[in-house]
């Protein structure tokens, strides 16, 4: 099985935050300038998944803190994150979503 996502899914105050990392950069402290992201496996968890439960999670969060290439190519890819709406943090890709509800 390909698992190289680290996922962790939690609810807060009526929203659903998922966070999601590359497997291989979980554990890790990203610094460039004034940004700093300690990935830490207690925020984007400890469990590793497929790109299927991983996508299908990008599905029914509301909220989502993705880093990694791995992570944020899929979500990319799925249609989650638009390119222009990436950082990068000591070449390391970072992105954020929120999704708003239609009226």
């Given at each position: 099985m ?44 400890d ?40 950082i ?9 979503f ?6």
């Amino acid at each position: 099985m390909n698992e190289k996502i680290n996922m962790k899914i939690s609810s807060i105050n009526g929203e659903v935050l998922l966070a999601a990392a590359d497997s291989s950069i979980v554990g890790k402290v990203i610094r460039e300038g004034k940004l700093h992201l300690d990935i830490r496996s207690d925020f984007y968890g400890d469990i590793r998944v497929n790109d299927d439960t991983f996508v299908s999670s990008l599905g029914v969060c509301t909220i989502a803190n993705l880093v990694g290439e791995y992570v944020v190519k899929k979500a990319i890819e799925e249609g989650y994150v638009d390119p222009d709406n990436i950082i990068s943090i000591d070449n390391i890709p970072h992105a954020q979503f929120t999704k708003m509800p239609e009226s």
